[in-house]
């Protein structure tokens, strides 16, 4: 069983920035690196909506919201994947969530609420 933990959520005011991190447990015995990693996130009201993904070997794709704006990048000796947002909107208030597969494990989310 892997276990996913997600931290870095928070209060932010618009235009403000965030760093989300999520770290996958070691005891689980999963070759960390070889997985695809995605960012997840749900708005109130809403269905859950892809983020940005990294693959392996690094290459990346990001929704279209969020492009120019969010970068997910990973460590793979920490088994950590990141989320670095900037520029953040009313809209982007979810909980993120990181998935390893993407969509075999979930975290149980951190709350980003952005708000003047």
């Known amino acids: 069983q892997v276990q996913l933990v997600e931290s870095g959520g928070g209060l932010v005011q618009p235009g403000g920035s965030l760093k989300l991190s999520c770290a996958a447990s070691?005891?689980?015995?999963?070759?960390?690196?070889?997985?695809?990693m995605g960012w997840y996130r749900q708005a109130p009201g809403k269905q859950r909506e892809l983020v940005a993904t990294?693959?392996?070997?690094?290459?990346?794709n990001y929704e279209d919201s969020v492009q120019g704006r969010f970068t997910i990048s990973r460590d793979n000796a920490k088994n950590t994947v990141y989320l670095q947002m900037n520029s953040l909107k009313f809209e982007d208030t979810a909980v993120y969530y990181c998935?390893?597969?993407?969509?075999?494990?979930w975290g149980k989310g951190t709350l980003v609420t952005v708000s003047a």
């Open positions: 070691a005891a689980s015995g999963i070759i960390f690196r070889i997985y695809t």
């Open positions: 990294i693959t392996s070997v690094g290459r990346t």
């Open positions: 998935s390893l597969g993407p969509g075999e494990y």
